[in-house]
Nanobody
C-alpha cells in the first residue's frame, strides 16, 4: 500500500484548497478511503470517509458542510475539497485505507493564516 498526499499549502481564512491522494499497491476501487488530520500537539482526527464506489460519505462535525470528499477510481485518487477554511483547520492531512489502517503517507501540510 502506497499513499501519496499533495495539494496542501498556505491559505488565508475563508479560502479553499483541494487535496489529492494517489494510491497504489491495492485494488483501490474495492476499498473505502478516509482523510485524517493531525494538528500540532493533538491526536490524529478522522475528517471524512467515502465508500468504495463513492456513493456514501461521512464527515466529522467540525468540517460538515465545508469539506467534500470524492474519489476517481480510474485514477486511483481520493480528493478532499476544503472550503471556508479557518485557522482551526491547520494540520497535516493524511489519507488512509479504512481496511488497512496501519498504512500512512507522508501527509500534506495545510496552514490557514492571514
Amino acid at each position: 500500500v502506497l499513499l501519496v498526499e499533495s495539494g496542501g499549502g498556505l491559505v488565508q481564512p475563508g479560502g479553499s484548497l483541494r487535496l489529492s491522494c494517489a494510491a497504489s499497491g491495492f485494488s483501490f476501487s474495492n476499498y473505502a478511503m478516509r482523510w485524517y488530520r493531525q494538528a500540532p500537539g493533538k491526536e490524529r482526527e478522522l475528517v471524512a470517509t467515502i465508500s468504495s464506489v463513492g456513493g456514501s460519505t461521512d464527515y466529522a462535525d467540525s468540517v460538515q458542510g465545508r469539506f467534500t470528499i470524492s474519489r476517481d477510481n480510474a485514477k486511483k485518487t481520493v480528493y478532499l475539497q476544503m472550503n471556508s477554511l479557518t485557522p482551526e483547520d491547520t494540520a497535516v492531512y493524511y489519507c488512509n485505507v479504512r481496511s488497512f489502517p496501519g498504512y500512512w503517507g507522508q501527509g500534506t501540510q495545510v496552514t490557514v493564516s492571514s
